[in-house]
Nanobody, 125 residues
Framework: VQLQASGGGLVQTGGYLRLSCTASGRTFNSAVMAWFRQNPGKEREFVAG????????YYAESVRGRFAISRDNAKNIPYLQMNNLRPEDTAVYYC???????????????????WGQGTLVTVSS
């Protein structure tokens, strides 16, 4: 299974973007999916997650109230709506999935089995 994030770009402070993640390969359905982000020289950090087993969503404090994760269940893909963007949101954003049959949410990146190529988000001041 290959994941691919898209939707990144260059926006001004206060702008918005919507990221999406597609999966290719075999049929794939992961209840737990998340978005992470990373800047050069820094750890990849959790941004938002969604557990389809119950519908709960989870956010890093730095994005709570500005970002929203959702899911198209028909396509098994997550979205990340990012509003009121700030320069500190600049990063490469990755979608990740824990895998089929796993229903426990985690913010720990090592526990995500599937990763996609990232998409760059740049917020200018």
């Amino acid at each position: 299974v290959q994941l691919q994030a898209s939707g990144g770009g260059l926006v001004q402070t206060g702008g918005y973007l919507r990221l999406s993640c597609t999966a290719s390969g075999r049929t794939f359905n992961s209840a737990v999916m998340a978005w992470f982000r990373q800047n050069p020289g820094k750890e990849r950090e959790f941004v938002a997650g969604l557990n389809d087993n119950g519908g709960s969503t989870y956010y890093a404090e730095s994005v709570r109230g500005r970002f929203a994760i959702s899911r198209d269940n028909a396509k098994n893909i997550p979205y990340l709506q990012m509003n009121n963007l700030r320069p500190e949101d600049t990063a490469v954003y990755y979608c990740a999935a824990r895998g089929t049959g796993i229903t426990v949410m985690t913010r720990t990146r090592q526990q995500y089995k599937y990763w996609g190529q990232g998409t760059l988000v740049t917020v200018s001041s």
